[in-house]
């Protein structure tokens, strides 16, 4: 027996994620700096809708969000970031996970 969903309805629910997410980016990219505590929710709830329904962040958005511990990434403050052989190195201090990604073609290691 099938679900009995139809495409209209699979549609309709990869949109409101994409909305979910990007309401949910603005929230991160607001309390970066101010609140902390408000952007590692947001980042977590990003990652969690992401997966669930398929629907990825932007770049820039995802480059603010460790995928190890789920916190909101600030550059100074709870991560390191280092620029090696065209690949910038972003190092989350709250777990230790580390992130390389290819300078001239965004491409993730």
Do not use: F, Q, W
């Not at 065209?86 to 992130?99: A, D, E, K, N």
């Amino acid at each position: 027996m099938g679900r009995g969903g139809s495409r209209k309805d699979a549609r309709r629910r990869r949109l409101r994620a994409a909305d979910a997410i990007g309401h949910l980016s603005d929230v991160l990219t607001e309390n970066v700096h101010s609140d902390i505590d408000v952007a590692d929710i947001a980042a977590r709830d990003i990652l969690r809708t992401s997966k669930r329904h398929g629907s990825r962040p932007d770049a820039s958005i995802s480059t603010l969000i460790c995928r190890s511990c789920e916190a909101a990434l600030v550059p100074g403050r709870n991560a390191r970031v280092r620029i090696k052989n065209g690949y910038r190195i972003t190092t989350c201090l709250t777990c230790g996970g580390v992130r390389r990604r290819c300078m001239s073609t965004g491409e993730v290691e």
